[in-house]
């Protein structure tokens, strides 16, 4: 499967609509709250735009005929009605800014949701820096359109519409007139969004992509110096840099193109008042008052609209970032969980069956393999390297499924079982060993539900047990001993020793080792290999080495070359096609 | 009294940052100012054309052309300024990135271990957007919203001083209640911030980590580690919230009631005859116009605040020292090297303790030991990564520190244990340098043995490979690594733990191509294999950071039972390997 973000299958954008529809879906559940909001911006704005109609006709009836009394009835009336906006407004903003942060808060949650669930491939194919870029910061694109933008947008619109009624209402053909201006802008918008919003979207991925560089450069540092390429990272860099530059140039003048045409439109519509209203009132038709009003609805109108030219390069920006994130959250694990209830008695514990395999598509990797492996037993995976030996360890782990092909676990396919049951019942000591940044204790526990809650002297009996008290000797501070999960505090030796105790304190009934000690030196390797021999008589060990002392032990070895797996036959015959290349 | 005081040291701050685009700025400055210059004149002309109706002398034509011209002049005035404020912005982000960059490579790789990478990647990114959202929004937002202020209030108190003051008064109330809103935010802000770390760091790990997740089922784990960050970021988020939705209505009627105001008190006034209908109807506008100035300033203050933290974050990188660069010396080398008392610690933390041994030039030596000996930083300080805490490294008789660090670099290969494959094609990587010439090249993919992997990848040597090299098996990413250090043509190979990943017969392949291909070069080899060793001129035995013995295979054998111990625990394969 596909899982390259920025190769994606379709190629083609969303509308706008179909964006904001998918992200409406993830905040159904807040529906009732986003509707009292609602009512709450309407009031809001009721009320706000109740003011300039009272005053207007305080200032037609009262001012104009010179009656004060008038004038201070309504300026209490006017307090009244100023008094309820304010409750209503501290209402309003209050819930849709809730709104907005539990929608993001849903949002996040969501993408992380899909990142634990996609498999191995999915990370592969992708960059690391690229992936944190999309997670990060453009969740934070949309975090700024709601807690600062979602509010205004729909408090704006509501004003707006309701100004449009009192303009329509109070005089029509002076209200469309008015309205005329903000049409064109409407049709001014609508022709230039999707041209703005490729900007956009072209801008956030020149972002990812210089993420994607600094993390890179920055994590390899040291190859960089040491090779005196300092050039290499400024030039690399330079490149990112200059690309972001011209884009977010591109942006920031898309994003800006709306706001000086809307306050044109704005003047504009002034100016067609005052002409046109003018002439109404020389016709008789319309009053003084009601022109001053009028021009204070107009602004209640058009400043909103602005505000909205504003918040519309907002919003271009949040729903692109919002197709990168959907761009994840699309992606369906394809790796999901299937029935089988054969029972077959006496199976093998794991089995391979005609077993074909590739990363990308046509290009297989793995030709037809056949094993089987037995309880209890030490199984050793040689060969040179690049022979398809850690792919063969990955299929059984399932950290992939095969092309065609199946893999057996107690004769039952693989894909039936639970991956918390998969995952108890085999273990998988990683090429290159990770940690967490914390203490020894963390990391040897890290997925262990069982020692959890264990004193330090409890696990520390439990250690005792499984013969790994040497190996954790070997920290200074033991269990509480710091380490960081990137830099050169912690050895790569000392790394893939926690490994070790990590995945042999898991007891799992299979346990693979691809090349787990290959940096851990002999004397302690000695010690790592009684431990393999004092695990549980049940447990099945699979070993990829290339020296020979850590696979002297096996039952049987399987010499892995070209995609092909064999049987190799006896420890000799192996040491004898490993030193005289007779593999053929 | 205290505030000037404050004031004059931060304009050397993040002020100081656009002292080279003082042009530009000037030129946004200026067009901002007259686009709302004119933005205060047009309430103006249509208050007169009111008045001039109810006074009978109206007159369309002039009318229409001012108020024509004026609109179109705002029009024309605001999208300059909006062209050149993202112009201005990009740049200075452009060009703080770059600056940040150049900074960046010239340091050593002991100070990126100390500055760590995450941070800097936050530096690079987050903290230069906050800038640039300080120069595109905040300074045409700041001078424009005090000249509207300052210009509203003025015309306000040449039309009716009396009613002026009433809305003037307004404008002290807003502030206060922003002043000590936004005082609050900001501590909160500055919290989130944290939790906005942790979420990031939670993030940063599930990615880098997932082929562990995978493997022990721990996504519930990482997704419950998130739910919790999360939440905490959801709690902030609400807390700022409750504190502007105070804010915000506090504002809104503040301004109600000064409009309030103007309709009583005006409202009197016009009834006495001392103020015209044009004067109040203008009035309302002004107040309009007035209020969001008030509300911009607010929220500018915080992105100054932001800003200026992002800027603290960024000049501490920029004003670290500069790497110590002091050698000059450009020769070529012969490659003998000596090592004299040399001891490293890591702050408490002792690595390596009195060192001294000293290599021929084209010998062999090797270090052996075991995990956490201190094998790796010794041969980083032989690579000048890092630098003795005491003591001195000397090639040729010169200390390392005196060479010039590129002709240095150029002269020395490292095979590093882990594989650093960068994304680019697999000719890219291994010439990465630009010594390398097209024999270097050609000799050091034939000593390698890349060929033979890279002859059946779809574009053979112009292959990109990905860049955690995932579609590269672990052996083959170590030949690469080697072919890279080798194409130098180096003098000095450090090789760390290179046969680790590489199986037995290529091992042999390979080491036997060197010796033959590079028969004048000294090799330095981290190894846990003695059996690839023996024949070696010399072995240092590092055990806990300290030199246990030193010398020939079969020195070590009489004298050092460490290494007798090693070669026992080696024995049994040894045995088959020498066999064959």
């Keep these: 499967m596909n899982y390259n973000l920025n190769k994606p299958v379709t190629g083609k954008g969303v509308s706008n609509y179909a964006a904001f529809k998918g992200l409406l879906q993830l905040i159904s559940h807040e529906k009732s709250k986003l509707a009292v909001a609602l009512l709450a911006t309407i009031g809001n704005s009721g009320l706000n735009l109740l003011g300039p109609l009272l005053t207007a006709y305080v200032i037609d009836t009262y001012v104009m005929h010179k009656q004060y009394h008038g004038v201070l009835v309504y300026s209490a009336v006017l307090l009244v009605v100023y008094l309820a906006a304010f409750g209503i407004n501290y209402l309003q903003t209050k819930l849709m800014g809730t709104v907005g942060q539990r929608t993001l808060y849903t949002l996040r949650n969501a993408v992380f949701h899909k990142l634990q669930q996609l498999p191995v491939a999915f990370f592969n194919q992708n960059k690391a820096g690229d992936l944190i870029s999309r997670v990060n910061s453009d969740t934070d694109k949309l975090n700024q359109f709601f807690s600062q933008s979602l509010m205004q947008f729909v408090g704006s619109i509501i004003s707006m519409t309701g100004a449009g009624i009192f303009l329509l209402t109070l005089n029509i053909k002076l209200g469309a007139l008015a309205l005329l201006p903000a049409l064109l802008s409407l049709i001014f918008t609508r022709l230039l969004s999707p041209w703005v919003k490729k900007k956009n979207a072209a801008n956030l991925k020149t972002v990812g992509g210089l993420s994607a560089e600094i993390q890179e450069s920055l994590s390899n540092f040291k190859v960089v110096v040491a090779f005196g390429r300092r050039d290499y990272f400024m030039q690399r860099f330079n490149e990112a840099n200059q690309k972001n530059y011209t884009s977010a140039t591109a942006m920031g003048i898309a994003n800006n193109v709306f706001l000086p045409f809307y306050s044109l439109m704005s003047s504009v519509a002034q100016l067609l008042i005052l002409v046109y209203g003018v002439h109404l009132i020389s016709t008789g038709s319309f009053t003084i008052g009601l022109l001053v009003s009028y021009i204070a609805y107009a602004n209640y109108f058009y400043s909103p609209l602005r505000q909205l030219a504003a918040l519309w390069a907002n919003f271009q920006t949040a729903m692109a970032g919002w197709e990168r994130i959907s761009e994840i959250l699309v992606l369906e694990n394809n790796m999901g969980t299937i029935d089988d209830h054969t029972r077959q008695e006496a199976a093998p514990l794991l089995e391979m069956k005609q077993v074909h395999f590739g990363y990308d598509e046509g290009r297989e990797i793995l030709h037809n393999i056949n094993l089987s492996l037995e309880k209890g037993k030490t199984y050793a995976l040689v060969g040179p390297t690049g022979g398809g030996k850690t792919t063969t360890a990955s299929l059984i782990a399932r950290l992939y499924d095969p092309v065609k092909g199946r893999v057996l676990l107690d004769g039952k396919d693989i894909r039936s079982f639970d991956p918390a049951e998969r995952t108890r019942r085999i273990g998988f000591i990683l090429q290159d060993p990770i940690l967490f940044t914390g203490t020894v204790r963390e990391n040897i526990l890290y997925g262990n539900e069982e020692y959890e809650n264990y004193t330090n002297d409890q696990l520390e009996e439990v250690i005792r047990t499984a013969n790994l008290e040497k190996l954790l000797g070997l920290f200074e501070k033991g269990l509480e001993t710091q380490v960081q999960s990137a830099g050169e505090g912690v050895s790569l030796g000392q790394k893939q020793l926690i490994a070790f105790m990590r995945a042999v304190l898991r007891k799992p009934d299979l346990l693979i080792l691809d090349e787990a000690t290959a940096n851990i030196d002999t004397v302690t390797e000695q010690l790592l290999s009684e431990i393999l021999d004092n695990l549980p008589a049940t447990t099945t060990r699979v070993i990829i080495a290339h020296r020979l002392n850590t696979i002297e032990n096996a039952d049987e070895i399987f010499f892995v070359n070209d995609g092909a797996v064999t049987n190799a036959g006896s420890f000799h015959q192996v040491v004898d096609q490993l030193m005289h290349g007779n593999r053929h | ?580």
């Design chain 2, 1 to 580: 009294m205290k505030q000037p005081s404050v004031k004059e040291k931060k304009p050397s701050g993040i002020f100081g940052l656009l002292r080279p685009y003082k042009g530009l700025i000037a030129l946004l400055v200026l067009f901002a100012l007259l686009g709302n210059s004119l933005n205060l004149w047009l309430p103006k002309i249509i208050g007169h054309g009111i008045d001039d109706f109810s006074h009978g002398i109206f007159a369309y034509e002039p009318l229409i052309i001012k108020f024509g011209l004026a609109a179109l002049l705002i029009f024309v005035f605001t999208y300059f300024q909006n062209i050149i404020q993202t112009y201005a912005s990009e740049k200075v982000a452009k060009s703080l990135r770059e600056q940040l960059a150049e900074k960046i490579s010239r340091q050593s790789y002991a100070w990126m271990e100390q500055s760590n990478p995450s941070r800097l990647l936050t530096n690079l990114t987050a903290d230069v957007d906050s800038i640039k959202l300080f120069v595109s929004q905040a300074i045409v937002s700041l001078v424009s919203s005090f000249f509207i202020i300052i210009g509203a209030s003025i015309l306000l108190l040449t039309i009716d001083w009396k009613l002026a003051l009433v809305v003037i008064a307004a404008i002290p109330i807003m502030g206060i209640t922003f002043f000590l809103v936004l005082k609050k935010v900001r501590t909160l802000f500055l919290k989130s911030r944290e939790v906005m770390d942790r979420l990031n760091k939670v993030i940063n790990e599930s990615i880098l980590g997932a082929a562990l997740i995978n493997v022990v089922n721990s996504q519930q784990r990482e997704y419950e580690k998130f739910l919790d960050a999360n939440g905490k970021a959801l709690e902030f988020g609400l807390s700022i919230l409750r504190l502007f939705a105070g804010l915000i209505p506090v504002i809104v009627f503040t301004a109600n009631m000064t409009g309030l105001a103007i309709l009583a008190l005006g409202g009197r006034f016009v009834i006495d005859g001392s103020m015209t209908i044009g004067d109040f109807a203008a009035f309302n506008s002004y107040l309009t116009l007035l209020i969001f100035p008030v509300l911009v300033i607010g929220f500018m203050s915080n992105v100054i605040a932001q800003a200026t933290a992002s800027y603290q974050r960024i000049s501490g990188v920029l004003n670290s020292p500069d790497m110590l660069e002091t050698g000059t010396l450009v020769k070529k080398l012969d490659g003998s090297i000596s090592c004299e008392h040399v001891s490293l610690s890591y702050g408490e933390k002792p690595v390596l303790k009195d060192i001294s041994f000293s290599v021929k030039a084209g010998s062999k030596i090797a270090i052996i030991g075991p995990t956490a000996a201190g094998k790796t930083q010794l041969l980083y300080l032989l690579m000048r990564l890092t630098k003795p805490n005491e003591g001195a490294i000397k090639i040729d008789g010169e200390d390392i520190a005196a060479y010039e660090s590129e002709s240095f670099h150029q002269q020395v290969g490292f095979v590093f244990q882990d594989s650093v494959v960068f994304n680019m094609s697999v000719r890219e990587n291994i010439a990465f340098s630009d010594v390398v010439t097209d024999a270097s090249l050609e000799k050091a993919i034939t000593t390698a043995e890349v060929k033979e992997f890279t002859d059946q990848l779809p574009e053979k040597l112009s292959t990109i490979v990905s860049e955690r090299g995932t579609s590269l098996s672990g052996g083959q990413k170590q030949r690469l690594m080697l072919a890279r250090a080798l194409a130098l043509n180096p003098k000095i190979l450090l090789l760390d733990d290179f046969t680790a990943r590489v199986d037995t017969r290529t091992e042999r392949k390979i080491l036997a191509n060197v010796h033959q291909n590079y028969p004048d070069l000294t090799l330095v080899s981290v190894t846990q294999k003695i059996g690839a060793v023996t024949h070696y001129d010399q072995i240092i035995l590092l055990m806990q950071g300290e030199m246990i013995a030193a010398g020939t295979h079969e020195e070590l054998m009489e004298k050092s039972p460490d290494y007798v111990q090693i070669f026992n625990s080696q024995q049994s394969t040894s045995n088959y390997e020498l066999q064959s």
